[in-house]
């Protein structure tokens, strides 16, 4: 062997950190025998009980707020009701976004089960609305038309005013007859049969139907088609409560998909009447919470869970508090739980190995560590070997280690809103891309009846050209004189008989027009104010806009105080639409021609922001469907209170908030309001505390002892047995 690797192996040996003690003076006793053995065996209990929990899986909850941009939730059902044909019931669906769904036909199934609760055939395709439910809906009459459809059977012009006829028209055309369910004529006849009381069957509906992730209502109440004409107005709502039997089973009842180990607290859940005669409403009131699943994989499922309360109760045919149904009112929370797989790391549970072998061992060997002379132990090439990886272990759980203590966390807690801050600041920056800023006015309003008119605030708006670039500094933009109804287009404006000059004028004089205003501040050598804080100059740069002279966007950005109360802030055409430019038939075209709610937010917040904060609508970009279309883009806000605290324990107090957003198609003609930019807000009673958090140093130094003495620990006990097996070997050989 060369010089130089003699000596790097003698440095190497010289490294040895568990330097053994020659056979000749070691002494072996049975006591130490014993509690080896006994070591043997707390290890390995231990090390089998913490490789249980690293390969077990277990689920972390997190909660907070939901700034998720999923906008839609399927609502899956499957209720059974014993005593009650399918012709009887209706199925209905309305949200507080105005999205009511009529005559639909969904994914949903209606079965017809004998008393006995089978089915006695195929399910039949299921739609929604045409539900009544109240004893005003019963009195009206149907207005049936003269010319009934054929279904698409019939000759050109062909009438089918009757169940038979339309059965004919599909025999005809050798063509498989619809179910019976969906054709009108048949229904009214079915309807018939069941107010006779020929038919007794129960009726079992399920599928899905996809709602706008709003408060809203789903309820199984009479069908329309109870409305007939085979009864009598005074004998009508009797029948309808007669044959209306509330009785059901729930058999499952969720909002979205199921997540493993998932339970929905109204699936199987049984209610019937308190007796045959009685009738009344079963309301069930439902609390969503968005939920989001995490797997090991990190794929996701995002869905919701639920509480639920509900209640009972009793109607009669002579009072006045509608006809018996089953409904289910839900509203969405703004917090979000967040479920996610966890299963300790590796290197955790490799640390947890060391610290049991490194602590068991070191327990067994509390002799008040009686030292070995140097001279009697021998240090092994093997052993230097077995020291140089311990120091590159210890090396890289300590760097690790060390990462975990210096990295901040966030710790969530939730607490009810005890604050006294009444007022909150919103933050908004919108783009109209193809809408001046001359139609565009600005209004807020909360419950608590602050309405906030024609008040300078901090908020600018700022002229674009159709690329977006901006055309001229910002000018300053004000609240209020915005138009919502078709009513508030055709208001008279009241115009003052003697304009104001905006104190540039003479005493008593006026300023009508805004040439006049401009030759006032001229003569005054003063500044000309912003056009847009004018009167005078709005209406005619209406004018231009309203002729389509002006091909501009505007953008708009700022804040306002508010109070912390459910409220609106919205973006509407101005009152200086009313300028008189047009005649009041022709207004209402034009300014639905005018007003294009294509916007961009670029950011909307509710008070300061915090480290990595994200608001869910920054950065949204919303379009018309199409160039003629026009509507109302609504955005349904719940904010929830926050309070920042970072290490130094300085605080932000601020909010966050999660949103759902709905388009309204609207026409001139119809009467839903004119087009406009909403943002209704509420805000939660719920607080969110967010703190920043690091680990002790205390923790630190435990895990330090702990990796350590287990590296040096296991590693010395692997060098140990390899110096035995190695001198055993030996000693064979010279034999």
Known sequence: MSTASSFWLSKLKGLDANPKTIDEFKVRTLQGGFFSLLAFFCISFLLVSELGYYLTTDTVDKMMVDGGRNTLVSINFDLEFPHMSCAAVAIESADMAGNAQHDIVHNI????????????????????????????????????????????????E???????????????????????????????IEIEKVLRGEVKEGCRIKGALTVSKAAGRLYFAPSKFFRSGYLSTQDLVNATFKVFDTSHTIHS?????????????????????????????????????????????????????????????QLTPVGDKGLPKVSFSYTFSPIMFRIEQYRAGFLQFLTSVFAIVGGVFTLKGLDANPKTIDEFKVRTLQGGFFSLLAFFCISFLLVSELGYYLT?????????????????????????????CAAVAIESAD???????????????????????????????????????????????????????????????????????????????????????????????????????????????GALTVSKAAGRLFFAPSKFFRSGYLSTQDLVNATF????????????????????????????????????????????????????????????????????????????????????????????????????????????????????GGVFTILGMMDSLTFGLLNKTSSTTLL
């Not at 039949?124 to 038309?145: F, R």
């Not at 929905?264 to 079963?282: T, V, Y």
């Not at 901040?408 to 908004?428: H, P, Q």
């Not at 600018?460 to 138009?483: F, N, P």
Request: charged share 20%.
């Open 408 to 436: 901040t966390d966030t710790v969530d807690k939730m607490m009810v809103d005890g604050g006294r801050n009444t007022l909150v600041s919103i933050n908004f920056d919108l783009e109209f891309p193809h809408m001046s």
């Open 593 to 708: 021609k005018v007003f294009d709610t294509s916007h961009t937010i670029h950011s909307l917040s509710f008070g300061e922001l915090y480290p990595d904060m994200k608001n869910p609508l920054d950065n949204r970009k919303k379009r018309l469907p199409n160039e003629s279309a026009r509507g109302s883009f609504q955005y349904f806000i719940k904010v929830v209170p926050t309070e920042y605290t970072f290490l130094s324990a300085s605080r932000i107090s601020t909010n966050q908030f999660s949103a759902t957003e709905h388009f309204r198609q609207l026409t001139p003609v119809g009467d839903k309001g004119l087009p406009k930019v909403s943002f209704s807000y509420t805000f939660s009673p719920i607080m969110f505390r967010i703190e920043q958090y690091r680990a002790g140093f205390l923790q630190f130094l435990t895990s330090v002892f702990a990796i350590v």
């Open 109 to 156: 199934q209606k079965i017809s089960l004998d008393l006995s609760g089978q089915a006695l055939a195929e399910g039949m395709q299921g739609s929604i609305g045409g539900a009544l439910t109240n004893h005003s809906d019963l009195h009206e009459e149907i207005e049936k038309p003269k010319c009934g459809s054929c279904y698409s059977a019939g000759e050109p």
């Open 447 to 557: 419950m608590a009846g602050n309405a906030q008119h024609d008040i300078v605030h901090n908020i600018q708006k700022i002229s674009l050209d159709l690329s977006g670039q901006a055309l001229a500094e910002g000018m300053q933009g004000s609240i209020g004189g915005a138009l919502t109804n078709h009513s508030d287009l055709h208001e008279e404006i009241e115009k003052p008989k003697c304009g104001s000059c905006y104190s540039a004028g003479e005493p008593e004089e006026c300023c009508n027009t805004c040439e006049s205003v401009k030759a006032a501040y001229v003569r005054k050598s003063w500044l000309m104010p912003s056009l847009h804080t004018v009167a005078q100059c709005q209406e005619i740069e209406i004018e231009k806009v309203l002729r389509g002279e002006v091909k501009e966007g505007c953008r708009i950005k």
């Open 158 to 188: 062909e009438c089918c005013n009757t169940c038979e006829s339309v059965k004919a028209a599909y025999v005809r055309k050798s063509w498989l007859m619809p179910s019976l369910h969906t054709v009108a004529q048949c229904q009214e």
């Open 253 to 313: 009842l969720s909002f979205g998909e199921l997540y493993p180990d998932m339970k929905n607290p109204l699936d199987n859940r049984k209610k019937r009447l308190p007796n045959e005669s009685a009738r009344g409403s079963f309301q069930y009131f439902i609390k969503v919470v968005p939920t989001e699943y995490t797997f090991l994989s990190a794929s996701r499922i995002s869905t919701n869970q639920f509480s639920a309360t509900e209640h009972f109760r």
